[in-house]
Protein backbone atom coordinates (compact mmCIF):
# COMPACT_ATOMS: atom_id res chain seq x y z
CA UNK A 1 0.00 0.00 0.00
CA UNK A 2 2.87 2.10 0.62
CA UNK A 3 4.07 2.10 -2.99
CA UNK A 4 0.35 2.78 -4.43
CA UNK A 5 0.57 5.77 -1.88
CA UNK A 6 3.99 6.61 -3.39
CA UNK A 7 2.65 6.66 -7.20
CA UNK A 8 -0.34 8.57 -6.45
CA UNK A 9 1.77 11.31 -4.99
CA UNK A 10 4.27 11.27 -8.43
CA UNK A 11 1.54 11.32 -10.61
CA UNK A 12 -0.16 14.18 -8.74
CA UNK A 13 3.57 15.54 -8.89
CA UNK A 14 3.64 15.20 -12.52
CA UNK A 15 0.85 17.32 -12.98
CA UNK A 16 1.70 19.56 -10.74
CA UNK A 17 5.04 19.97 -12.91
CA UNK A 18 2.70 20.40 -16.08
CA UNK A 19 0.19 22.91 -14.61
CA UNK A 20 3.24 25.30 -13.06
CA UNK A 21 3.25 28.64 -14.36
CA UNK A 22 7.20 29.25 -13.40
CA UNK A 23 10.14 26.90 -15.05
CA UNK A 24 11.70 26.39 -11.90
CA UNK A 25 8.69 25.63 -10.03
CA UNK A 26 8.11 23.32 -13.35
CA UNK A 27 11.71 21.29 -12.30
CA UNK A 28 11.19 21.01 -8.98
CA UNK A 29 7.80 19.19 -9.14
CA UNK A 30 9.87 16.96 -11.75
CA UNK A 31 12.51 16.33 -9.01
CA UNK A 32 9.60 14.86 -7.17
CA UNK A 33 8.52 13.05 -9.37
CA UNK A 34 12.24 11.46 -9.42
CA UNK A 35 12.54 11.14 -5.99
CA UNK A 36 8.98 9.34 -5.58
CA UNK A 37 10.21 6.85 -8.66
CA UNK A 38 13.28 5.67 -7.05
CA UNK A 39 11.21 5.49 -4.00
CA UNK A 40 9.17 2.60 -5.60
CA UNK A 41 12.18 1.29 -7.32
CA UNK A 42 13.82 0.87 -4.16
CA UNK A 43 10.23 -0.93 -2.41
CA UNK A 44 10.41 -2.90 -5.57
CA UNK A 45 13.80 -4.45 -4.51
CA UNK A 46 15.91 -2.65 -7.43
CA UNK A 47 18.50 -0.99 -5.13
CA UNK A 48 20.82 -0.29 -7.44
CA UNK A 49 18.90 1.53 -10.33
CA UNK A 50 17.14 3.77 -7.20
CA UNK A 51 20.42 4.98 -6.20
CA UNK A 52 21.13 6.12 -9.69
CA UNK A 53 17.94 7.15 -10.54
CA UNK A 54 18.18 9.35 -7.12
CA UNK A 55 21.51 10.83 -7.97
CA UNK A 56 21.14 11.29 -11.91
CA UNK A 57 17.12 11.66 -12.29
CA UNK A 58 16.72 13.99 -9.08
CA UNK A 59 20.65 15.66 -9.31
CA UNK A 60 21.70 15.77 -11.88
CA UNK A 61 18.97 16.63 -14.31
CA UNK A 62 17.00 19.08 -11.80
CA UNK A 63 20.77 21.12 -11.95
CA UNK A 64 21.43 20.99 -15.74
CA UNK A 65 17.26 22.60 -15.92
CA UNK A 66 18.17 25.10 -13.06
CA UNK A 67 21.57 26.05 -14.68
CA UNK A 68 19.27 26.45 -18.06
CA UNK A 69 16.42 27.94 -16.80
CA UNK A 70 18.96 30.77 -15.19
CA UNK A 71 20.70 31.15 -18.98
CA UNK A 72 17.33 31.43 -20.58
CA UNK A 73 15.09 32.95 -18.14
CA UNK A 74 11.78 32.38 -16.27
CA UNK A 75 9.67 34.11 -18.18
CA UNK A 76 5.82 33.06 -18.23
CA UNK A 77 4.23 32.56 -21.38
CA UNK A 78 0.75 34.19 -22.20
CA UNK A 79 -2.30 31.97 -21.50
CA UNK A 80 -2.71 29.91 -24.61
CA UNK A 81 -2.93 25.82 -25.29
CA UNK A 82 -1.11 24.18 -28.60
CA UNK A 83 -4.88 22.25 -29.01
CA UNK A 84 -7.89 23.17 -27.21
CA UNK A 85 -7.94 22.51 -23.61
CA UNK A 86 -11.36 20.43 -23.11
CA UNK A 87 -9.42 18.51 -26.58
CA UNK A 88 -6.44 18.04 -25.09
CA UNK A 89 -8.31 16.64 -21.79
CA UNK A 90 -11.05 14.47 -23.74
CA UNK A 91 -8.24 12.84 -25.42
CA UNK A 92 -5.70 12.07 -22.34
CA UNK A 93 -8.39 10.67 -20.63
CA UNK A 94 -9.44 8.96 -23.42
CA UNK A 95 -6.02 7.58 -23.70
CA UNK A 96 -6.06 6.66 -20.03
CA UNK A 97 -8.67 4.23 -20.03
CA UNK A 98 -7.82 2.33 -23.45
CA UNK A 99 -4.32 1.98 -21.82
CA UNK A 100 -5.57 0.93 -18.71
CA UNK A 101 -8.08 -1.10 -19.59
CA UNK A 102 -5.70 -2.61 -22.21
CA UNK A 103 -2.93 -3.43 -19.69
CA UNK A 104 -5.01 -3.90 -16.58
CA UNK A 105 -7.18 -6.67 -18.40
CA UNK A 106 -4.09 -8.39 -19.66
CA UNK A 107 -2.16 -9.09 -16.17
CA UNK A 108 -0.15 -11.86 -16.46
CA UNK A 109 -0.21 -14.37 -13.28
CA UNK A 110 3.06 -14.11 -10.97
CA UNK A 111 6.10 -15.52 -11.94
CA UNK A 112 8.72 -17.03 -9.57
CA UNK A 113 12.45 -16.35 -9.77
CA UNK A 114 13.61 -18.86 -12.20
CA UNK A 115 17.20 -18.43 -10.75
CA UNK A 116 20.06 -16.76 -8.89
CA UNK A 117 21.20 -13.74 -10.72
CA UNK A 118 22.95 -10.81 -9.90
CA UNK A 119 22.57 -7.50 -10.91
CA UNK A 120 26.81 -6.90 -12.22
CA UNK A 121 26.48 -10.20 -13.73
CA UNK A 122 23.85 -9.41 -16.09
CA UNK A 123 24.77 -6.63 -16.51
CA UNK A 124 28.49 -6.10 -17.47
CA UNK A 125 28.21 -9.79 -19.04
CA UNK A 126 24.49 -10.67 -20.29
CA UNK A 127 24.07 -6.68 -21.62
CA UNK A 128 27.49 -6.00 -22.70
CA UNK A 129 26.21 -4.14 -26.16
CA UNK A 130 24.33 -1.96 -23.59
CA UNK A 131 26.85 -0.86 -21.80
CA UNK A 132 28.88 -0.08 -24.99
CA UNK A 133 25.53 1.94 -26.21
CA UNK A 134 25.11 3.88 -23.02
CA UNK A 135 29.27 4.84 -22.86
CA UNK A 136 28.72 5.74 -26.29
CA UNK A 137 25.49 8.02 -25.23
CA UNK A 138 27.34 9.41 -23.00
CA UNK A 139 29.99 11.09 -24.84
CA UNK A 140 27.64 11.97 -27.60
CA UNK A 141 25.58 14.03 -25.02
CA UNK A 142 28.70 15.55 -23.34
CA UNK A 143 30.10 16.44 -27.03
CA UNK A 144 26.43 17.73 -28.02
CA UNK A 145 26.45 19.49 -24.65
CA UNK A 146 29.35 21.69 -25.02
CA UNK A 147 28.78 22.05 -28.86
CA UNK A 148 25.30 23.40 -27.95
CA UNK A 149 25.77 25.67 -25.20
CA UNK A 150 28.83 27.38 -27.46
CA UNK A 151 28.67 31.04 -27.85
CA UNK A 152 28.49 31.62 -31.10
CA UNK A 153 31.27 33.33 -32.70
CA UNK A 154 30.26 36.02 -34.80
CA UNK A 155 31.60 35.57 -38.35
CA UNK A 156 34.13 38.38 -39.51
CA UNK A 157 31.98 39.86 -42.14
CA UNK A 158 31.13 44.12 -42.72
CA UNK A 159 32.52 46.32 -40.57
CA UNK A 160 34.07 43.83 -37.89
CA UNK A 161 36.27 42.69 -40.35
CA UNK A 162 37.17 46.33 -41.96
CA UNK A 163 38.08 47.61 -38.26
CA UNK A 164 40.08 44.32 -37.80
CA UNK A 165 42.11 45.23 -41.08
CA UNK A 166 42.22 49.19 -40.66
CA UNK A 167 43.83 47.98 -36.88
CA UNK A 168 46.29 45.65 -38.15
CA UNK A 169 47.24 48.71 -40.79
CA UNK A 170 47.93 51.33 -38.16
CA UNK A 171 50.05 49.00 -35.97
CA UNK A 172 52.10 48.58 -39.13
CA UNK A 173 52.83 51.74 -39.77
CA UNK A 174 53.67 52.59 -36.56
CA UNK A 175 56.12 49.92 -36.56
CA UNK A 176 57.52 51.59 -39.58
CA UNK A 177 58.10 54.68 -38.20
CA UNK A 178 59.48 53.46 -35.51
CA UNK A 179 62.00 51.89 -37.11
CA UNK A 180 63.06 54.47 -39.14
CA UNK A 181 63.45 57.06 -36.03
CA UNK A 182 65.56 54.67 -34.44
CA UNK A 183 69.13 55.73 -34.83
CA UNK A 184 71.55 53.91 -36.54
CA UNK A 185 73.69 51.50 -34.44
CA UNK A 186 77.44 52.84 -35.03
CA UNK A 187 80.09 50.50 -36.40
CA UNK B 1 -8.78 -4.87 -2.46
CA UNK B 2 -5.51 -6.27 -2.47
CA UNK B 3 -3.51 -5.50 -5.31
CA UNK B 4 -0.53 -6.87 -6.22
CA UNK B 5 2.81 -4.86 -6.62
CA UNK B 6 2.83 -5.60 -10.17
CA UNK B 7 -0.85 -4.27 -10.86
CA UNK B 8 0.49 -1.00 -8.00
CA UNK B 9 3.50 -0.30 -10.51
CA UNK B 10 0.83 -0.47 -13.73
CA UNK B 11 -0.99 2.03 -12.12
CA UNK B 12 1.38 4.48 -11.73
CA UNK B 13 2.50 3.30 -15.51
CA UNK B 14 -1.23 4.51 -17.04
CA UNK B 15 -0.87 7.70 -14.21
CA UNK B 16 2.51 8.65 -15.52
CA UNK B 17 1.72 7.87 -19.19
CA UNK B 18 -1.27 9.83 -19.00
CA UNK B 19 -0.44 13.27 -17.90
CA UNK B 20 2.89 13.29 -19.79
CA UNK B 21 0.95 12.67 -23.09
CA UNK B 22 -1.35 15.42 -21.79
CA UNK B 23 1.53 17.85 -20.72
CA UNK B 24 2.84 16.89 -24.58
CA UNK B 25 -0.70 18.49 -25.79
CA UNK B 26 -1.45 21.72 -23.92
CA UNK B 27 2.38 22.55 -23.11
CA UNK B 28 3.88 25.56 -25.46
CA UNK B 29 7.41 26.18 -23.52
CA UNK B 30 9.94 24.32 -24.94
CA UNK B 31 11.92 23.37 -21.64
CA UNK B 32 8.31 22.10 -20.17
CA UNK B 33 7.69 19.67 -23.01
CA UNK B 34 11.38 18.12 -22.28
CA UNK B 35 9.66 18.12 -18.81
CA UNK B 36 6.60 15.61 -20.47
CA UNK B 37 9.44 13.53 -21.76
CA UNK B 38 11.08 12.95 -18.66
CA UNK B 39 7.71 12.19 -17.23
CA UNK B 40 6.85 9.72 -19.93
CA UNK B 41 10.73 8.32 -19.14
CA UNK B 42 9.59 7.65 -15.67
CA UNK B 43 6.76 5.75 -16.65
CA UNK B 44 9.08 3.70 -19.18
CA UNK B 45 11.60 2.85 -15.87
CA UNK B 46 8.44 2.30 -13.73
CA UNK B 47 7.49 -0.58 -16.31
CA UNK B 48 10.34 -2.55 -16.61
CA UNK B 49 11.21 -2.34 -13.25
CA UNK B 50 7.82 -3.68 -12.25
CA UNK B 51 7.24 -6.11 -15.39
CA UNK B 52 11.15 -7.45 -14.00
CA UNK B 53 9.69 -7.99 -10.45
CA UNK B 54 6.55 -9.64 -11.51
CA UNK B 55 8.71 -12.18 -13.67
CA UNK B 56 11.27 -12.81 -10.86
CA UNK B 57 13.91 -11.38 -12.98
CA UNK B 58 14.27 -7.95 -11.00
CA UNK B 59 17.77 -7.86 -11.75
CA UNK B 60 17.43 -7.79 -15.81
CA UNK B 61 14.32 -5.77 -15.39
CA UNK B 62 17.63 -3.57 -13.87
CA UNK B 63 19.83 -3.17 -16.30
CA UNK B 64 17.47 -2.66 -19.12
CA UNK B 65 16.08 0.37 -16.89
CA UNK B 66 19.29 1.96 -16.73
CA UNK B 67 20.00 1.92 -20.09
CA UNK B 68 16.63 3.85 -20.07
CA UNK B 69 17.99 6.19 -17.30
CA UNK B 70 21.51 7.15 -19.74
CA UNK B 71 18.98 7.70 -22.33
CA UNK B 72 16.65 9.59 -20.91
CA UNK B 73 19.17 12.06 -19.67
CA UNK B 74 21.19 12.13 -22.69
CA UNK B 75 17.78 13.64 -24.04
CA UNK B 76 17.09 16.07 -21.15
CA UNK B 77 20.81 17.46 -21.85
CA UNK B 78 20.18 17.90 -25.21
CA UNK B 79 16.67 18.64 -25.18
CA UNK B 80 17.94 21.56 -22.85
CA UNK B 81 20.70 22.59 -24.72
CA UNK B 82 18.46 23.00 -28.03
CA UNK B 83 16.03 24.91 -25.76
CA UNK B 84 18.63 27.60 -24.59
CA UNK B 85 20.12 27.73 -28.01
CA UNK B 86 16.73 28.42 -29.35
CA UNK B 87 16.16 31.77 -26.83
CA UNK B 88 19.25 32.96 -27.90
CA UNK B 89 18.54 33.00 -31.40
CA UNK B 90 15.00 33.85 -31.64
CA UNK B 91 14.22 34.82 -28.02
CA UNK B 92 11.63 33.13 -27.28
CA UNK B 93 10.68 29.12 -26.22
CA UNK B 94 7.54 29.27 -27.67
CA UNK B 95 7.36 26.06 -30.13
CA UNK B 96 3.83 28.10 -31.42
CA UNK B 97 6.11 30.94 -33.00
CA UNK B 98 9.49 28.81 -33.65
CA UNK B 99 7.45 27.27 -36.22
CA UNK B 100 8.63 28.60 -39.71
CA UNK B 101 7.30 26.15 -42.31
CA UNK B 102 3.22 27.96 -41.43
CA UNK B 103 1.36 26.96 -44.41
Redesign the interface.
Known amino acids: MLSLLLIVVAVVFAFQAIRARGLIASALWLAGVSALTALVLYLYGAHTLAVIELSVGTGLVTVLFVLAINIAGDNPMAAGWIVPLPLAIGVSVLFVLVLGWFVLSALPAPATASGETVFSDIFWQGRGLDVLVQVVLIFSGVLGFLGLLAEVKAPLGGSLAESVTSGRDLELKALEEQLLEEPESPE | MN ?21 L ?5 L ?2 I ?3 L ?2 LA ?1 AA ?2 AL ?2 A ?16 V ?6 V ?3 G ?6 I ?2 RTGT ?4 KLSSLRG
Open positions: LSPFTIGLIGVVGLLGVGFYGLVSRNIKVVCQIKLLVAGQAAGQIDLGQSLALTIVADTIAVMIALGVQRRLDVR
